[in-house]
């Protein structure tokens, strides 16, 4: 797995250098999105899924034509039979894309760090995402996050950890602006 990860990452620098050696193009662009997801929980040694919700900020910046950074900023809620959790998460991915039809086909991985808001627990994880994003603006994604890594304080008892997420999710972006850099000049636009 890590291999596999490696190998994308290396691909996608590649493929980045060679598109910068011509001409580098960066777009930003800024939306929102809603998520349905699936949670796995555990608490006290016991796993139990729960179903829930995210609404987030979703911001990308197109660094190539094929490789993106994209960000999203998730207010986080999920309830199984004896834990509801509200959470704060925050993902980045380093994105390969690639223009399919009207729009772009992405592929992401990247790592995340997670908040909760009631026992006030720090976690962070892995993250990887798959969607495809219409010429319009409109987005749909799937993804899938994995915790590594609890930090629960010391007088919290019977905390709830997630343990891993799955998400569909649906959301619009619009552009903010574009910057074309090239041996000559550097040209500034609203998108």
């Known amino acids: 797995m890590k291999k ?3 190998v994308l990452f290396a691909t ?13 193009k960066f777009a930003f662009s800024k939306g929102f999105a809603a998520n349905a997801v699936m949670s796995d929980f555990t608490l006290a040694g016991k796993n139990e899924t729960g179903f829930g919700t995210s609404l987030s900020s979703s911001d990308k910046l197109e660094i190539s034509e094929h490789v993106a ?18 959470g704060l998460e925050v993902p980045i991915y380093v994105a390969g894309q690639l223009k399919m039809g009207a729009g772009k086909g992405f592929v992401g991985a990247g790592g995340y760090a997670d908040y909760g808001l009631q026992a006030k627990n720090w976690a962070i ?3 990887v995402i798959a969607g495809y994003e219409f010429s319009n603006g409109f987005f749909v994604n799937i993804s899938y996050k994995r915790r590594f890594f609890d930090w629960i304080p010391t007088h919290s008892t019977n ?33």
């Open 4 to 6: 596999n990860i490696f």
């Open 69 to 86: 950074l994209q960000s999203e900023f998730h207010l986080h809620y999920s309830a199984s039979q004896n834990v509801k959790y509200w």
């Open 12 to 24: 996608l620098a590649m493929i980045g250098v060679a598109e910068a050696n011509a001409q580098m």
């Open 159 to 191: 905390v709830a950890t997630m343990l891993q997420t799955v998400g569909v999710g649906v959301g619009y972006r619009f552009p903010l602006f574009a910057v074309k850099v090239n041996e000559k000049n550097i040209k500034f636009s609203r998108e």
């Open 125 to 127: 994880g892995g993250a």
